[in-house]
């Protein structure tokens, strides 16, 4: 049963300043971050780079509930017919909520998952040609002998209630005995290829391996829709290195999303303590983790060298120091909201808020907290075809938000 929860967006005071977000932004404002970083020695390598001005976009708003009850909801996608795709984490179940607002059984068919700890069933993306062809596709933790398992991709035509024809298209390698930093963002690109996020495994073996070519640990990996190599990816026709990786150097990528003015992927990736980091992945390129990172370990000890920054590694466009502990992420190119207009809106599960990221010339120049009222980890957010925004919320009893104009 629906019930709607009506609220307003808080307002956030900014020093000087009681514009919108260009004033804001201009006129530098008080940062909105105000916790001591968990690593206060580190200094951002250029102005910007973190704790952006508060901003407020005086928008009302009004908060409705479309689906509750849900086993950590994690990951959302809306079908050309407006029903709605959410994952279940743990329980490795999809379900679809209808345009009536009813939820339905768990779809059959799916493969089976290894759903302890951060495990499970993960990401969702539409196929652009569903309309002819049927198929979704998931990422989810993929149980193997012994404990061991890995991030791997599937797809699957989706015909009543069920999905046929399963095929298993991308299997991350080699797989580990970790619990943890599964990845699992799934984004197809304009050109119709398919972005995969992954982790690396958090564990020691896993960590050293983002930095290496051989294997697909803390990487992005770019495909075809059928699982082939697109033929232009940097690393193809290289002995000894994996065609499919298309950026490497992450953490653990649970937030990604196409800039649809640019085509550019953009993604965020947890941090140990400090140092949530958000990036626009290039071709080829290397994004440091574990050689450069902000932020320390969660004992307190410092990350390798205590390296921030070294020649031939990328920095980070943004990053979050004390972390807000990043998932999902969506661009805001809809008219429902012409004040968040080109925001980056991205979930946050740590500090219990939705980020609105005010951008300009691929900068982050100003931040706004939604949803503080709320008091929910927010594990994933994405743009509706009414122009609302949906949320899923990271618990036993996860609920599905629907983010409207308020009045």
């Known amino acids: 049963m629906r019930r709607l929860l009506l609220t307003t967006a808080l307002a956030t005071l900014v020093a000087a300043c009681s514009g919108g977000d260009g004033q804001a932004a201009a006129q530098g404002g008080a940062p909105l971050e105000t916790k001591p970083a968990n690593a206060p020695d580190q200094k951002p390598a250029f102005a910007g780079q973190t704790r952006a001005p508060a901003v407020n976009s005086n928008v009302a708003y009004e908060v409705q509930t479309v689906a509750e009850g849900l086993n950590k909801p994690w990951g959302l ?11 279940e984490k743990s329980s490795g179940q999809l379900r679809i909520l209808g345009t009536d607002g009813k939820l ?5 068919g799916l493969p089976p998952v290894d ?7 993960l990401g969702l993306a539409v196929d652009p040609k569903f309309a002819q062809n049927g198929l979704i596709y998931w990422s989810y933790s993929e149980p193997q002998a012994e404990g061991a398992n890995n991030t791997a991709v599937a797809r699957g035509k989706l015909v009543d209630g069920k999905v046929e024809n399963v095929q298993v298209i991308f299997h991350q390698t080699p797989s580990l005995a970790s619990t943890l930093h599964f990845g699992g963002r799934l984004v197809f690109a304009k050109d119709g290829t398919l972005f995969v996020t992954t982790g690396e495994r958090s564990i020691l073996p896993g960590r050293v391996q983002a930095q290496q070519l051989d294997g697909t640990l803390g990487k992005v990996v770019r495909i075809n829709a059928d699982g082939s190599i697109p033929k232009d990816n940097p690393f193809v026709g290289k002995p000894g290195v994996k065609p499919e990786i298309w950026s490497y150097g992450h953490r653990n990528i649970q937030s990604a999303a196409i800039d649809p003015k640019t085509g550019k992927l953009w993604e965020v990736e947890h941090g140990a303590r400090g140092g949530d980091e958000l990036n626009q ?6 994004y440091g983790w574990p050689t450069i990172t902000y932020g320390v370990e969660y004992s307190g000890k410092t990350i390798g060298e205590g390296l921030t920054a070294k020649d031939g590694l990328e920095q980070p466009v943004y990053y979050w120091d004390p972390v807000i502990g990043p998932s999902g992420m969506a661009f805001y190119d809809a008219g429902l909201f012409p004040a968040w207009k080109d925001s980056v809106f991205v979930g946050s599960l740590a500090q219990k808020h939705l980020a609105r990221l005010v951008m300009k010339n691929s900068k982050v120049v100003g931040e706004e907290r939604l949803l503080v009222d709320q008091n929910e980890r927010i594990r994933d957010v994405i743009v509706g075809p009414d122009g609302a925004l949906y949320v899923a919320t990271d618990n ?11 009045g």
């Not at 339905?104 to 059959?108: E, I, L, R, T, W």
């Not at 759903?115 to 069933?121: A, H, V």
């Open 115 to 121: 759903g302890r700890n951060q495990g499970g069933l």
């Open 104 to 108: 339905s059984a768990p779809v059959a």
């Open 77 to 87: 996608a809306f079908l050309p017919d407006g029903r709605l795709l959410i994952t």
């Open 281 to 286: 992945p290039e071709k080829g390129k290397n």
């Open 396 to 406: 036993e009893k996860g609920r599905v938000l629907k983010i409207a104009p308020k």
